[in-house]
Structure formats: C-alpha cells, structure tokens
T-cell receptor
Framework: ETGVTQTPRHLVMGMTNKKSLKCEQHLGHNAMYWYKQSAKKPLELMFVYSLEERVENNSVPSRFSPECPNSSHLFLHLHTLQPEDSALYLC??????????????FGAGTRLSVL | AQTVTQSQPEMSVQEAETVTLSCTYDTSESDYYLFWYKQPPSRQMILVIRQEAYKQQNATENRFSVNFQKAAKSFSLKISDSQLGDAAMYFCAYRSGGAQKLVFGQGTRLTINP
C-alpha cells in the first residue's frame, strides 16, 4: 500500500460542477502539497500546508480551494473550472521544514478532465 | 528564481546497457538539494536519488548514480544495467535548503529496448 493515497484516480467534470479531490498520507508527515502536472509542462506547485496551516499559495485561481483538516488529510475543492484546468493533480507529503527530512513522497494523482 | 532544465525530452537504451540523463539548474544559493524522481505509467512519482549540495561525493543507490558538478550546475543521472522496469519519465528537481518548494524540470521519457 502506498504511503500517499489519492482519490479518485480519474475525474470528469463539467465547467459548472463542484467536486473535490482527496489525499491521505499514512507516513506520519506534517506537511502536504498539491501539484499540477500538465502535458509538456513542468510540475507546478499549487499549495503547501505545514502543520495544517497554508504556508504557500502559488498564485492559484480561486476556483481551486484547498483544505487541510488535519496533518493526514488534504483536499482540493474544485468549482467552475475551465478546460485548461485539465491535468494530473498530484499530492505529496513530507516530514516538514527541516532540510534533511524534507523528502516529498507522492501519490499516484487524480487525472482530471474538464469538459 | 531557480530553474531546472532537462534538455533531453526522450532517451532510449538497450536492456542491460548504461544510460545518462542530463539536468542543469540555475541558482545563486549555496545551500540546496537535488533530486531525481521517476514516474512510471502508474503515475506515482518515486524518489530515485538525492544529493546534498554541500557534499562533494556523488550519491549512489544501487544501479543509479549521479554526476554532480556544482561549479557547472550540472546533475546527471546514470542508470547502469538498464532493466525494463526502468522505463518511465524521469524528473530532475531542485529545493533550496530549508525551503519546502520543489522546482522540477520538464522531464525525460526513458524507453528500454529489450
């Protein structure tokens, strides 16, 4: 079983829908991340949570709303998305800010298609 | 801002041969970490190897090793005795010391020919 689990694996939604992506980590980490992976582009960091507090928001549109209720769970709430938001959304976790322990472990991602 | 460049979109190698994937980065910092991640068709990013910038010795993990040239800002990955299971996208990544953000390159798709 992977240490970082993402659900669903695939999601198709219309532009007017509201959906949520879920990430759960079983590694005892205290930092969690959302990345966006689009075709032919490098992975883009979206949000960082450390000890359940959002510490980084990389100019992500407000139609993406993260939530971190505890150190093991991370959500990405989606509403009124655009077709260009279609991508693979990856979640990661790490032990925290200490440099030597900050190795990020990734889930398998949610493949999102916006119609 | 730091940038990571992988100049080889695709590479291929015969099974059991050795292949080297290139990565260069740009930074003005002295404290940082470099990583190679592998993303197979299952999509999960898997850490292959990491290198601390303050260490002169190149990191090694079984068949995977790096050639870290700090002055040249180069961080290549060598895969020895290539296996079919090594087929994947390989991403080079940079992280500033003490920071949490990873900066990724564009990736190199590695094909293993039987």
């Amino acid at each position: 079983e992977t240490g970082v689990t993402q659900t669903p694996r695939h999601l198709v939604m219309g532009m007017t829908n509201k959906k949520s992506l879920k990430c759960e980590q079983h590694l005892g980490h205290n930092a969690m991340y959302w990345y966006k992976q689009s075709a032919k582009k490098p992975l883009e960091l979206m949000f960082v949570y450390s000890l359940e507090e959002r510490v980084e928001n990389n100019s992500v549109p407000s139609r993406f709303s993260p939530e971190c209720p505890n150190s093991s769970h991370l959500f990405l709430h989606l509403h009124t998305l655009q077709p260009e938001d279609s991508a693979l959304y990856l979640c990661a976790s790490s032990q925290g800010r200490l440099a030597g322990k900050n190795i990020q472990y990734f889930g398998a991602g949610t493949r999102l298609s916006v119609l | 801002a730091q940038t990571v460049t992988q100049s080889q979109p695709e590479m291929s190698v015969q099974e059991a041969e050795t292949v080297t994937l290139s990565c260069t980065y740009d930074t003005s910092e002295s404290d940082y970490y470099l990583f190679w991640y592998k993303q197979p068709p299952s999509r999960q990013m898997i850490l292959v190897i990491r290198q601390e910038a303050y260490k002169q010795q190149n990191a090694t993990e079984n068949r995977f090793s790096v050639n870290f040239q700090k002055a040249a800002k180069s961080f290549s990955l060598k895969i020895s005795d290539s296996q079919l299971g090594d087929a994947a996208m390989y991403f080079c990544a940079y992280r500033s010391g003490g920071a949490q953000k990873l900066v990724f390159g564009q990736g190199t798709r590695l094909t293993i020919n039987p």
